[in-house]
């Protein structure tokens, strides 16, 4: 699985069926990518 | 999997800003970046509200049938992290 | 060179895109004033005294219009002690009616039950906690008699008015790299989150980094902690030298200075990342013509970090790729080469690049608005010293054959 892929799924009680990525080959291409707003280095 | 005939909308705490690569999505809520890679994504994720179903948002941004996985695996993603959620 | 492929999509990883920066912040770091209670040893932006020509209320705001108007997404307010500011509570406000979310950091001086209550009934606003030991003992040794107790009682009063979530933020030293378990047991108790950060040469920190930063073998065991531990830790991706290790740490592993963040100072002065509060990395100041969105959008600086470096002595390195040569500002206040190595750089070629710094060659901090002191220093200021005995080792010495 790629590194750059950083997409975050929740606890399963929260996330429906429909959400979840079937095709491997989609998630290498994804055309969104995630990341926590505290995940850039340079803000204390 | 992702109901792409279903209604869907921006979640009202997400803040959208166009970018060259495409969009930045940020949630006040759960704090999380989502960073769409197309314009044309952004095009569909603000076709949302106003079209009866996803695949109408789709259709009407100009996504080729070819590419109707790749979008569905991007609205999953969103949906995944409540940046789009159904509409009521 | 396109950034974009035949469909329309971004074609190049994010890192990539972004190391050519973009037209706002995604979020800064605001030093509201110099202004502190405390006097940390290790305090990145040298704080302690107010300084004379500090924004107003009224540029404070603008400055908060022009966040809006450029859709920065949130601001960490720092300082100093931001919350000394008589007009701090106006400010937060203020940002918050428009559309600018705040996280602050304080020490917990005037954290109160009533504030805290405010605080958690406010939905755009997060708090964040200093504190760099887990015991009264550590933690005061570096941020001064009576610290803990303070943060502590904040950390109490956010809890009882039920802030969830609320952060503890610690710089890891090596006084406190053997407490990160403790750190973790203190911010479930509270019901807070961890966020572990690095110590850089930067300020105060300058005097103390030799005998404060983490020798390899805690760096190394950080790094592993981090990869066990770390799914609900928060490091504001300032450990991604570490990727040279192996596995990244969740983050986007590059160097955000003028790229995606930046720092204002409290008299309006831009910088390219909060520790590196020098004259070479000052980009302009908010006062000028066009504001903040001119600094940011146009300045010399900030179009030299968004040229594409390529990596400089680091690119042989197979590492490169994970680490990006690691933090501008460790290298830079450690007199080392912009385009070489970090210094705690994981293969250990920045300890090789160190020994061939000149004594008396690495550059000051550009401003020091640290408080006067009568009485005894409490820990003894640096000078270069011949490195531990534990740094003397090769970086691998002791260490499994790494895998994968």
Redo the contacts between chains.
């Keep these: 699985m790629s590194e750059d892929i950083a997409v975050e799924v929740e606890p399963a009680a929260q996330v429906e069926d429909e959400t979840r990525i079937e095709d491997e080959a989609l998630l290498e291409d994804l055309l969104v990518e995630e990341v926590s707003i505290d995940g850039m280095c340079g803000v204390y | 999997?992702?109901?792409l005939d279903?209604a869907w909308q921006l979640d009202e705490r997400v803040?959208v800003?166009p970018?060259?690569?495409?969009a930045?999505l940020?949630h006040?809520?759960t704090?999380?970046?989502?960073?769409?890679?197309?314009?044309?994504?952004l095009d569909v994720v603000r076709r949302l509200p106003e079209q009866p179903s996803a695949r109408a948002a789709c259709a009407h941004a100009g996504v080729p049938d070819s590419?109707l996985?790749?979008?569905r695996?991007?609205l999953?993603?969103?949906?995944?992290?409540?940046m789009i959620r159904r509409r009521t | 060179m396109s950034l974009v492929d035949a469909s329309g999509a971004a074609c190049k990883p994010l890192i990539e895109q972004f190391q050519y920066g973009l037209d706002a912040p995604i979020c800064l770091t605001w030093e509201l004033t110099y202004a502190c209670n405390l006097s940390c040893v290790h305090c990145l932006s040298s704080s302690g005294r107010r300084d004379p020509g500090e924004l107003t209320t009224a540029e404070c705001r603008a400055l908060v219009d022009e966040f809006e108007r450029m859709q920065v997404f949130y601001v960490n307010i720092g300082g100093g002690e931001p919350t000394v500011r008589p007009d701090f509570w106006d400010l937060v406000d203020y940002a918050t009616a428009h559309h600018v979310g705040v996280k602050f950091s304080t020490n917990g001086v005037k954290i109160t039950d009533a504030v805290a209550r405010r605080l958690a009934a406010s939905d755009y606003v997060d708090v964040q906690i200093s504190l760099d030991g887990a015991t009264e003992a550590v933690n005061d040794a570096i941020r001064g008699p009576g610290s803990y107790r303070t943060a502590v009682r904040a950390m109490e009063h956010l809890a009882a008015a039920g802030f969830r979530g609320f952060k503890i933020s610690v710089v890891v030293t090596r006084r406190n790299a053997g407490q990160l378990d403790a750190f973790q047991a203190m911010a479930d108790l509270y019901g807070a989150q961890l966020r572990l950060t690095r110590l850089r040469p930067s300020g105060r920190g300058a005097d103390v980094w030799d005998e404060l930063h983490p020798t390899d073998a805690q760096q190394r065991a950080l790094y592993e902690w981090l990869l066990r531990h770390g799914e609900n830790v928060l490091t504001g991706d300032s450990f991604f030298h570490l990727a040279g290790y192996g596995t990244s740490l969740p983050g986007l592993n590059l160097c955000g200075a003028g790229r995606v963040v930046c720092l204002i100072d409290p008299v309006g002065d831009v910088y390219a990342c909060p520790f590196a509060i020098h004259d070479s990395f000052l980009a302009g100041n908010v006062r000028q013509d066009g504001g903040f969105a001119r600094v940011w959008r146009s300045s010399e600086l900030f179009a030299e970090l968004r040229r594409p470096s390529g990596g400089g002595a680091c690119s042989a390195c197979s590492a490169y790729d994970a680490c990006r040569g690691g933090c501008m500002a460790a290298k830079f206040f450690t007199g080392l080469p912009l385009d070489g190595p970090d210094p705690e750089c994981v293969r250990g070629h920045g300890r090789t690049a160190l020994d061939a710094v000149a004594t008396g060659s690495v550059p000051k901090p550009s401003r020091d608005h640290s408080h006067r002191r009568a009485g005894p220093v409490p820990v003894t200021i640096g000078r270069r010293r011949p490195p531990d005995r534990a740094c003397d080792e090769s970086p691998l010495a002791g260490m499994a054959r790494p895998g994968r």
């Design positions: 999997m992702f109901d279903g803040s800003r970018e060259r690569f495409g930045l940020y006040f809520g704090r999380r970046l989502s960073f769409l890679k197309s314009s044309t994504l590419e996985p790749r979008y695996a991007a999953a993603a969103l949906a995944a992290s409540r």
